[in-house]
């Protein structure tokens, strides 16, 4: 079982906002966006929709809707991660607007057609009552008829797998993880130690992740009382196929 940890190192992304896109650097973004654009064409999406990227960290998924030609806003709590979203979409040339907002209570002052929270953007909720006031947000956000796709951790046997450890390279220097599951709390746990050797000191940086899972009915159940259709079901994520939800306003 996981130890206790204090809340406030609990998911906190500014401190890692500097290097996120490396530690990512194994997630194809770029093809995640195109395959799903693929999909949401078939349920309606039309190039030059307006799109609500949410949680969207340092625009990795925004971005590439950008360049599909759709008008995106990207939001995330983080303000460093946002940052660094802005500064890529200027050195890229695109028009994208970012803003901090809070997925439980997202307030934009607009409709969008279609809303994405992809790559675990959801998992870092830590109860049942969060993820249904996230969904409730995000249908607030949506125009009657609007798509909602989203990935998640699903409370099933291929989610849980034996604990390991790992390290990276990076720009600043290196990265360690240790990963664990807790069946009995349907959690994953991931430790990630950041050293960054800049100067005669290396700076450390200690940082937990939690990411609950959900049984499918269950989560399937939360999406439809939000006021949602079921178009395709969610499933397993894997790095080929995230296994993105997708929904209807009603």
Same mark, same amino acid.
């Given at each position: ?6 809340? !406030?190192?609990?998911n906190?992304? +500014? ?10 650097? $194994? =997630?194809?973004y770029?093809? $995640?966006? #195109?395959?799903? #654009?693929?999909?949401?064409?078939? $349920? ?32 995330? @709590? ?6 660094? =979203? ?6 890229? !040339?695109? @028009? ?6 809070d ?19 959801l998992?870092?909720? #830590?109860?049942?009552? !969060? ?9 607030? *956000? ?10 998640? *951790? ?10 390991y450890? +790992?390290?990276?390279?990076?720009? *600043?220097g290196?990265?360690?993880? #240790? ?13 990630c ?19 609950? =899972?959900?049984?499918?009915? @269950?989560?399937? =159940?939360?999406?439809?009382?939000? !006021? ?15 296994g993105?939800g ?5």
């Open positions: 079982m996981p130890e206790d940890v204090s809340p !406030g190192r609990i906190d992304f +500014d401190s890692v906002a500097d290097v996120y896109d490396e530690l990512v650097s $194994w =997630a194809p770029e093809r $995640w966006v #195109q395959e799903l #654009q693929e999909r949401l064409r078939r $349920w309606g999406l039309r190039r030059g929709d307006r799109i609500l990227d949410a949680a969207c960290g340092t625009g990795l998924s925004t971005l590439p809707w950008a360049k599909a030609g759709y008008r995106v806003v990207g939001v995330d @709590e983080s303000l460093p991660m946002l940052e660094r =979203a802005r500064q890529k979409a200027r050195e890229a !040339g695109l @028009e994208v607007e970012f803003a901090p907002q997925l439980l209570s997202l307030d934009l002052g607009r409709e969008f057609d279609a809303a994405i929270c992809m790559h675990s953007g998992d870092y909720l #830590q109860d049942d009552d !969060g993820l249904e006031r996230a969904f409730r947000s995000l249908r607030g *956000c949506l125009r009657r008829g609007g798509l909602l796709a989203f990935d998640k *951790c699903l409370d099933e046997p291929s989610f849980y797998q034996d604990d450890d +790992d390290a990276r390279r990076l720009s *600043c290196s990265a360690q993880f #240790q990963y664990r599951w807790d069946r009995s709390r349907r959690l994953l746990e991931q430790r130690t950041v050293l960054r050797k800049r100067g005669r000191s290396p700076r450390r940086t200690d940082v937990v992740y939690r990411l609950k =899972a959900v049984p499918p009915d @269950e989560l399937i =159940a939360m999406v439809l009382k939000a !006021g949602f259709a079921l178009l395709e079901a969610p499933r397993p994520f894997t790095i080929p196929d995230p993105m997708i929904f209807r306003a009603i």
